[in-house]
Nanobody, 119 residues
Framework: QVQLVESGGGLVQPGGSLRLSCAAS????????MGWYRQAPGKQRDLVAT???????DYADSVKGRFTISRDYAKNTVYLQMNSLKPEDTAVYFC?????????????WGQGTQVTVSS
């Protein structure tokens, strides 16, 4: 069974930085896509960033140039470096694994970590 445990959330002032970490345990494949989603109160859960290989990353337009996703394959850990944070970045951030085996999709989610950007 795959388990994802996030850490690193908290309260930060606008313009500040935070680094989220997500440690995955269980059977993790290098071909798994790992990423981050976020959900603000009353809104849907949206993709923030994903990494599918060391050279393949994708970002939501709203975070491009401010957030950086990275992955340590040896530690099965994914990170999200968030710089120049804005109040609209406030949300619960969820770690996510997306896996395809024989055409079937498997998804795994962490429990979420709160990020609050406020002065």
């Amino acid at each position: 069974q795959v388990q994802l445990v996030e850490s690193g959330g908290g309260l930060v002032q606008p313009g500040g930085s935070l680094r989220l970490s997500c440690a995955a345990s269980g059977i993790i494949f290098s071909g798994d896509a790992m990423g981050w989603y976020r959900q603000a109160p009353g809104k849907q859960r949206d993709l923030v960033a994903t990494v599918t290989s060391p050279s393949s990353t994708d970002y939501a337009d709203s975070v491009k140039g401010r957030f950086t996703i990275s992955r340590d394959y040896a530690k099965n850990t994914v990170y999200l470096q968030m710089n120049s944070l804005k109040p609209e970045d406030t949300a619960v951030y969820f770690c996510h694994i997306d896996r395809y085996i024989s055409g079937r999709r498997y998804e795994y989610w962490g429990q979420g970590t709160q990020v609050t950007v406020s002065s």
